[in-house]
């Protein structure tokens, strides 16, 4: 069983929707929760990053925590054709994020059509 | 500023060949992790270094090796291809905060 899973999709909305993508964990150890974007050929970039459980929102994107069922969410409001990407979620142990190893889940392709 | 610059590319090579590739990271970051990205999967923690020397390594092979120099830039080298080895390799640093990746080598094993 991988440490992190992660429905690969994929995903296909039409613009203007809520996109809920989703993850879960086996390790409880894990204490900081990434999400990350990768367009086509290019690398991760950072999208959310929380620590605690709960909500985290930065403008349309919002982070979900829930440490007490290894689940951790991010929703994407009114979803743009730009948001069309493979969007990986990243966990660590403690010491920061700087410190150890990311582990990732495999991955959701969405689509956002016009 | 520039961000975290990989090289090349992309590469081709023979199976039983050796390969280096080169990072460059982010202007202030001092710790450099790999990772390999194989087709429609997460990339999986390589290794990590710091100050020099490796800090943390993942579930590969000996034939994985790296190095950092005193500028903080650092080399993944492979040897032995394989051709499952074929993937894309990224480097991402970071300075006591979250980490940036790289574009990226896209290796092929032939």
């Known amino acids: 069983q991988k440490e992190v899973e992660q429905d690969p999709g994929p995903l296909s909305v039409p613009e203007g929707a809520i996109v809920s993508l989703n993850c879960t964990y086996s390790n409880s150890a894990f204490q900081y929760f990434m999400w990350y974007r990768q367009y086509s050929r290019k690398g991760p970039e950072l999208l959310m990053y929380t620590y605690s459980s709960g909500n985290k929102e930065d403008g349309r994107f919002t982070a979900q925590v829930d440490k007490s069922s290894k689940y951790i969410s991010l929703f994407i409001r009114d979803s743009q054709p730009s948001d069309s990407a493979t969007y990986l979620c990243?966990?660590?142990?403690?010491?920061?994020?700087?410190?150890?190893?990311?582990?990732f889940g495999q991955g959701t392709i969405l689509t956002v059509h016009p | 500023d520039a961000g975290v610059t990989q090289s090349p590319t992309h590469l081709i090579k023979t199976r039983g060949q050796q390969v280096t590739l080169r990072c460059s990271p982010k202007s202030g970051h001092d710790t450099v992790s790999w990772y390999q990205q194989a087709l429609g999967q997460g990339p999986q923690f390589i290794f990590q270094y710091y100050e020099e020397e490796e800090r943390q390594r993942g579930n590969f092979p000996d034939r994985f090796s790296g190095h950092q120099f005193p500028n903080y830039s650092s080399e993944l080298n492979v040897n032995a291809l394989l051709l499952g080895d074929s993937a894309l390799y990224l480097c991402?640093?970071?300075?006591?905060?979250?980490?940036?990746f790289g574009s990226g080598t896209r290796l092929t094993v032939v």
């Open positions: 991402a640093s970071s300075y006591l905060g979250t980490w940036t």
């Open positions: 990243a966990m660590t142990q403690g010491g920061g994020t700087s410190y150890g190893k990311l582990t």
